[in-house]
């Protein structure tokens, strides 16, 4: 049911044929209208206004307001435009036609309103189909992920600015040279150099990638000292000769 254009005068009745305009009103019985935009909300309530104005006037040039929404209807966790899939922008989610709809001027507004429980920089690059240069944590496999590169399908995600947030934050029982290097950094100067004691071979081994005398990055629970003197204290058992890895 629309707004129709009365064709003996330049007014608005309410239709009853539902999606054509034209036609003679019934006076005695049609309320009579200035222009659908009054038509619409008098009449049709229910219907967003935009929508109703243009269908009235069988307009082909409405795309919808631009605005965003939820995404519930177009089936997505995030929000969507009010635009006209078929226009080729892949982010709207079909022009809204209903009043109770909630409109929200951004992506980022329509996120904080919407979907709160969703970082909203997450929510805002999803609802927009953009890139997102932050990282998360992949915490199944012990690594920080750029999401620009593998987008996370937990949109619960916490995110992080900068990978080195992510693996204190988000990998917190790993060093950060650990989580950097599994992560993809180069591990060249990422560890501090200092020395451990390696249990399994009972040597003090330095915290470091290469050739002796280091013995890969240092993990979480390791103990660091800065000599190879006060390492090879705490294997006292050890001829000072043997103690540091060769």
Known sequence: MLCEILSIEPSMFKSARGNTCGGLATVATDKIYA??????????????????EAESFKSECYGGTGLYYRG????????????DPESGDKSCGGIVKEAWVVLHDTP??????????????????????????KYWA?????????????????????????????????????TEAECLSASGMETTGLGTNKYYVDFTSEQ??????????????????NVLYDTEDECCKQIWWIAKRDCVKE
Not at 35 to 52: A, I, Y
Not at 112 to 129: F, K, P, Q, V
Not at 145 to 154: G, R
Request: charged share 25%; aromatic share 8%.
């Open 35 to 52: 222009n659908p935009r009054s038509c619409c909300e008098s009449e049709l309530g229910w219907l967003f206004v935009e929508f109703c």
């Open 72 to 83: 519930d209807s177009a089936g997505v966790e995030n929000c969507v435009k009010d635009c």
């Open 108 to 133: 980022e507004d329509c996120c904080t309103h919407e979907y709160d429980w969703i970082d909203n920089g997450l929510c805002a690059a999803r609802s927009t189909l953009s890139p997102l240069n």
């Open 138 to 174: 992949d915490k199944t496999n012990a690594k920080c992920e750029d999401d620009s590169v593998n987008p996370t399908t937990d949109l619960s995600a916490a995110i992080y600015n900068s990978i080195e947030s992510c693996c204190s934050k988000g990998l917190s029982w790993l």
């Open 204 to 221: 003090c081994s330095q915290d470091c990638e290469g050739p002796a005398p280091c013995g890969g990055l240092t993990k979480q629970w």
